[in-house]
């Protein structure tokens, strides 16, 4: 679908259809680009390719992630056959001595909001294919089937502008309703902090690195 074809759709089903419009079209793109990320964060339907590789240095452990990057399932090294293991810092800390500085292949990593830290600090270069979830980049880049779904999210925010003559609080929860159940709750930071905290506590009682 074009993204034309989904604002005619919304102006449809939101009866703001007839110029001048209470909306403009760039609020609806707009509101269509918040529901693509929505959708790509609840479903994890777009991921990350070869583009999203990143160079590894010897002696630097320390890489940024693209910021479009939303959850990093696997990490790998070029010609490595098994996945870098998953970590925390609080594991490493824990668990080995100075283990910022130890040099060798790679066999951990732990990610930290927009980087990743790997363990040992390499020893020469490598390509680090990453395994993963992302946010879009373009314009409806989310699979078609989803296209109309999108629509649902637009109408929620359309509904609840106010002040537009247009305002209606029980359209909008039902097309919230709507989107969640094409796509998905979204999860919270509360929910990610919740359940980092879970994960890094229950290093204490074991260890990994055995």
């Known amino acids: 679908m074009k993204q034309s074809a989904l604002v005619a759709l919304i102006r449809r089903y939101s009866g703001d259809d007839v110029e001048p419009y209470v909306v ?23 991921r990350l390719d070869a583009s999203y590789d990143i ?20 990490a790998r090294l070029s010609g490595e056959s098994k ?12 668990n080995i001595n100075k283990w910022i500085t130890e040099t060798g292949t790679p066999k951990y990593y732990f990610q930290d909001d927009t980087k990743i830290t790997l363990y040992p600090m390499p020893d020469k270069a490598y390509t680090l294919q990453l395994d993963g979830s992302r946010r879009p980049t373009a314009i409806l880049e989310i699979p078609s089937q989803y296209h109309d779904d999108l629509s649902a999210w637009c109408l929620f925010r359309f509904f ?14 039902m097309y919230s309703g709507q989107f969640d159940k094409a796509f998905g709750h979204k999860r919270n930071a509360l929910f990610d902090t919740v359940n980092r905290a879970s994960s890094e506590q229950s290093t204490l009682y074991r260890n990994p690195f055995n």
């Not at 609020?27 to 777009?46: D, H, K, N, P, Y």
């Not at 160079?55 to 696997?74: E, L, Q, R």
């Not at 996945?83 to 824990?94: A, G, H, M, Q, V």
């Open 24 to 46: 403009p079209d760039a609020v609806l793109t707009s509101f269509i680009s918040e529901a693509e990320v929505e959708a790509a964060e609840r479903t994890q339907c777009l």
């Open 160 to 173: 609840s502008i106010n002040n537009n003559g247009m305002t209606d609080m029980n359209k909008a929860a």
């Open 83 to 94: 996945p870098l293991i998953k970590t925390t810092r609080r594991e490493l800390d824990f």
């Open 55 to 74: 160079a590894v240095t010897s002696g630097v452990s320390v890489y940024a992630i693209n910021p479009v990057t939303i959850f990093i399932d696997s």
